[in-house]
DNA sequence: TCATCCCGCGCC
DNA sequence: AAAAGGCGCGGGATGA
């Protein structure tokens, strides 16, 4: 396999250089084609190259409108990030250089004023000298196998997450329309929907105050103090302790005002075009690695309008999600053998019941969350000493992470993805709340944020490895689904869920592809490890099938 | 008037 | 029923 590095030349930005390169980054060969011509160069190399460009979203794109579609890639962007953070390659040149074009958001705001006007034009990327630093920095590596798959696995999700956003995703705006008219009533120029202003009256009336605007959150709040309702915000939970006439009235108003806001004819206007809803996703956009998006909301996609994502005539939606990932995650991770047990069966939650150590399952399943997300208190954090002494060494990793994290120490993935650093004030704090006569309240301040941040360690190290894992799972999909027929083709990632738009035909062919391909997830990151990585995955007409 | 802050809540 | 990590977004309030 060889590399394929796509350059601009300043001078003539009617062409793009290629460059041919070994695996170790020698060049061999260099190129000019006119840009345009590039779809057509990409789609007659035969030799399956690893492209490696600086931004699979802008580069993507393109080839894909063409009918060209990547086999796979490295996006120097998003592997630069991590190998300037990761804790494996801190003696690298690339990791000691200060900070240059590869650091920084994609597109970088314009910068106000002429305050760098005198330092001269910005250093320009050059993307063959920057390929090296990366292979020079993963060759010389602690770990240079962990950091190849990640690396390799981020590229693919940057190429599927420009795949998905050009294939979108498959959605009824006949079926949005009515699950909103139902929930809502018919929609309305210039004025609430008649169900909604029904729930607002119904508030008004409740607290006595026929001119009370919902909208406002200080009015609001007003409103139920004079009321005689005892609420420091207009927050729901805060309502639902309430034992008022409005409390009712009051959180269905909520809700479903949320949903016309969020979710509603304006959203489907938006983002809806010809049957498919287009989020931008953000590979990497999360410090742990999970995706971020940006506009649409497309994670968030509440439950009550997920019906109005729906295959196309003749297609089935394969979804799958991965069970309790996280916990199962901890137990390969800490080679938690008794906790990988409990995972034997498809619910882990069950099996820790069954086990013995809690009574029912939804106590397992906080008391796990607790673990991993660093409870401290309520009856989450009461069930932490039997966890730990069920799960010695999946606790013991948590508990080591959150004490990195409270020091003001690093801590990394499985494959690598490394904790940023807590920023000045927070380093100054704790400096100052250890010296000589710190004050009580500086300490206990210090202590907190401490905590804080060692509860945000805690949880890297497991959300991040799980992402990695389900990076992992989504690239082994993708190629197998390219030995099926029909083009099956991901339409939807969503943490540890995926959603497969397939002719109905080989539909049951994709829902065995994701099965295989969360086993090799689990073999790529871990080899042979008794953790089992269980899935649900059902073949539905609509998203709300599912689940 | 516009940009930013903060609240509140949707998802995992 | 619980408490905690990660986000994005819309809306009003706020302040330049």
Same mark, same amino acid.
């Given at each position: 396999m060889s590399l394929l590095l796509l350059v601009d030349d300043p001078a003539r930005p009617d062409v793009v250089g290629l460059r041919s390169l070994s695996?170790?980054?020698?060049?061999?060969d260099s190129s000019e084609v006119p840009t345009d011509a590039l779809p057509a160069v990409a789609r007659e190399r035969a030799d399956r190259p690893r492209w490696v460009w600086d931004d699979t979203a802008r580069r993507y794109p393109p080839l894909l409108a063409a009918g060209v579609r990547v086999e796979r890639c490295h996006d120097l962007r998003l592997c630069h990030a991590i190998l300037r953070r990761s804790v494996y390659t801190q003696s690298s040149a690339l990791a000691q250089a200060?900070?240059?074009?590869?650091? $920084? *958001?994609?597109?970088? =705001?314009p910068v106000e004023?002429?305050?760098?006007?005198?330092? $001269? *034009?910005?250093?320009? =990327?050059?993307p063959l000298e920057e390929l090296q630093l990366q292979l020079a920095a993963v060759a010389g590596s602690d770990e240079p196998g962990r950091l190849r798959l990640l690396l390799a696995a981020e590229s693919t999700g940057a190429l599927i997450a420009a795949e998905m956003h050009h294939g979108g995703m498959p959605w009824s705006v006949e079926t949005h329309d009515a699950l909103l008219t139902d929930l809502l009533g018919p929609r309305r120029k210039g004025g609430r929907p008649a169900k909604l202003e029904a729930l607002a009256d119904e508030v008004r009336t409740a607290l006595g105050q026929?001119?009370?605007?919902?909208?406002?959150q200080p009015d609001l709040l007003r409103g139920l103090r004079s009321a005689g309702c005892d609420v420091e915000s207009t927050r729901t939970w805060e309502i639902k302790a309430l034992e008022h006439p409005v409390r009712d009235p009051l959180l269905a108003y909520k809700k479903l005002s949320r949903l016309l806001s969020a979710n509603g004819w304006a959203w489907m206007e938006a983002w809806v075009h010809d049957g498919r809803f287009r989020p931008e996703y953000v590979p990497?956009?999360?410090?742990?690695g999970r995706w971020a998006t940006s506009g649409g909301g497309a994670l968030q996609?509440?439950?009550?309008?997920?019906?109005?994502v729906r295959a196309d005539p003749g297609w089935k939606l394969v979804v799958a999600d991965a069970a309790q990932l996280e916990p199962r995650v901890l137990a390969a991770m800490s080679g938690d053998g008794a906790m990988a047990a409990a995972g034997r069966q498809a619910d882990l939650y069950q099996g820790v019941v069954d086990a013995g150590i809690v009574e029912t399952r939804s106590e397992a399943k906080y008391a796990m969350l607790g673990a991993i997300y660093g409870a401290t208190t309520g009856p989450s954090a009461v069930l932490m000493p039997r966890l730990t002494t069920a799960y010695p060494r999946a606790v013991a990793l948590v508990e080591a992470a959150a004490r990195a994290g409270e020091r003001g120490d690093v801590v990394s993935t499985w494959l690598g993805r490394t904790s940023p650093r807590p920023d000045a004030a927070w380093q100054a704090e704790l400096a100052a709340a250890s010296a000589?006569?710190?004050g009580a309240d500086d300490v206990r301040a210090a202590r907190r944020r401490g905590r804080d941040w060692g509860r945000f360690t805690r949880n890297f190290v497991v959300q991040g490895t799980a992402a990695e894992w389900a990076l992992c799972w989504m690239a082994a999909l993708r190629r197998r689904l390219?030995?099926?027929?029909?083009?099956?083709?991901?339409?939807f990632f969503l943490h540890d869920e995926v959603m497969v738009h397939s002719p109905a035909a080989v539909a049951e062919s994709v829902a065995v592809a994701v099965h295989e391909s969360a086993v090799e997830a689990g073999r790529l990151l871990?080899?042979?490890?008794?953790?089992d990585f269980a899935l649900d995955v059902v073949v539905a007409d609509s998203y709300d099938q599912a689940k």
């Open positions: 695996d170790d980054g020698t060049l061999l200060p900070p240059g074009p590869w650091d $920084g *958001p994609r597109d970088p =705001a004023g002429s305050l760098f006007d005198d330092v $001269g *034009p910005a250093a320009v =990327a050059d026929p001119a009370l605007n919902l909208d406002s990497g956009g999360v410090v742990t996609l509440p439950a009550s309008i997920r019906g109005a000589e006569g710190a390219l030995a099926v027929d029909g083009r099956p083709h991901l339409v871990f080899g042979e490890t008794p953790v």
